[in-house]
Structure formats: C-alpha cells, structure tokens
C-alpha cells in the first residue's frame, strides 16, 4: 500500500501504460482522476470496477491534451471533488505509423508535439498549481528511450526529448514548492500505440536490449509508482530507463 491516501491524475488512463499505472496506484491505494481523450462505456465500467475492487475513488474525465480550454475545464473538474493532488503521470502520448523523417507531413509532426510535449505542459501547469497548495507532491512523465537515443521516427524521438528537457527544468523550479520531477523512460513496451510497428521494427527492438524482450504495461507502471511515491522522496530531476538493458 505505498501510495495509500494519495489522490493522484494519471492521463492517457484508458489503455496501454496508463491504464496499467491506474491500476496498480487503485491497487496500492491511491484515489484517481483517470483522464482519458474520448468517452466510452467500456472505460466507464472500468473505472467503476477498479474502484470497487480496490476501495477507492477512481473518477473518470475526458479531455483532449490539444484543446487548452478543454484541459482547464477537466482540471477544474477533478479540482471541484476538494481533495488535494499528490500525484501527476503525464502518461498520454501519441507515435503514428513508423516512417522516415522524410516523409512525414510538418502537420502530423505538430500533432505529435500538440500532445506529447504542449498540451502536457498545458496540464502541468494547471495541476502544478494546485498541487503547490501543500508545499508537497510528485510529477512523472513517461518519456522514452526514444527521446534519449533517437532510435524512432522524428517528431516522437524529439517529443519526448523536449519533454525529458523539461523535466529537468520543472524540477529546479517546482522544488522550492515542494514538487518533485521525474521521468521514465520506458524501452519497447507491448501498447496498443507500438502495435502499428513493422514486424522489422519489433524485432529489431526486442534484439536491442539484454532480455530480449517487450516490456509490459505493468512492469513500467511499477517504476512510475515508485516514482510517484515517498519511497522515492530523495529523487528528483532523474530520467529512469526501464528498457530490458539497451546498451
């Protein structure tokens, strides 16, 4: 139960890493605001679900990272349950199709940065803010080997680098609040995002890091819990691998 208590907001809830962290914080106890882009009956039940089996509040909001307007009004939803945030995963991304930098449209590589890196920083000044009212709480984005090795398609390699960047800024400026900042950066994970991939690239991955293997949703939201947690309270600005052993 190390999150016991915490109320933590986690985006991109409804799949993948996400969905996966949210479990597990409900499992160890953490009351959640689950973002998610889009409504759906089956993430509703979920939601309901968790909470149930696990004792806690697990409140379901929509917004779309791009939509600034959208993003302040969901904020201010979660706000208006009166409980103090503890915990922010920055988790919702997107990658698009595997193609080379030359291919690819400027309008779908300012879609990418839209999600990835603006409308997350968006909601981590928002969430920051309220967050500050205690003088205390966590922040972990989940970034990728990609924006640390380049190994993917360009406007995702460089999303996440901008985004493993401000990391480190946030957390020379959000200490004096109290506010941790961390970053994971998860290697081959087995998503519905890297699903898209060629069979080459899966390979190629799986050959690249000492296991051999995809990562699974769990095994990285096992590393963000730690993160978000007072066990990790003397880590601040760190940018974690979790990647099988890519060296």
């Not at 929509?62 to 307007?69: E, I, N, P, R, S």
């Not at 590589?109 to 990835?116: E, I, L």
């Not at 066990?231 to 052993?245: L, N």
Request: charge should be positive.
């Amino acid at each position: 139960m190390r999150l016991n208590g915490k109320n933590a907001l986690i985006t991109g809830a409804s799949r993948g890493i996400g969905k996966a962290t949210a479990e597990l914080f409900a499992q160890q106890g953490a009351n959640i605001w689950a973002f998610a882009n889009r409504k759906s009956d089956a993430f509703e039940a979920w939601c309901a679900n968790t909470a149930a089996q696990y004792g806690v509040f697990v409140k379901p909001i929509y917004a779309d990272l791009t939509d600034a307007d959208a993003v302040k009004a969901a904020v201010k939803q979660a706000m208006a349950d009166k409980l103090p945030l503890d915990i922010l995963v920055n988790n919702a991304g997107v990658m698009g199709e595997d193609k080379m930098f030359q291919m690819t449209r400027p309008e779908e590589m300012q879609r990418t940065f839209a999600v990835n890196f603006f409308g997350t920083m968006a909601l981590t000044q928002i969430a920051t803010r309220w967050m500050a009212r205690k003088q205390r709480g966590a922040v972990v984005n989940v970034a990728s080997v990609a924006g640390l090795d380049g190994d993917s398609r360009l406007d995702y390699s460089a999303s996440k680098a901008a985004l493993i960047a401000a990391t480190k800024k946030m957390a020379r400026e959000l200490i004096a609040s109290g506010i941790r900042v961390n970053a994971v950066a998860p290697g081959f994970t087995d998503t519905e995002m890297t699903s898209c991939l060629s069979d080459k690239v899966v390979a190629d991955a799986m050959a690249n890091n000492l296991m051999h293997r995809k990562g699974t949703p769990r095994e990285i939201a096992a590393v963000i819990a730690f993160l978000a947690s007072d066990d990790a309270s003397f880590v601040t600005a760190q940018i974690w691998r979790a990647d099988g052993g890519i060296i």
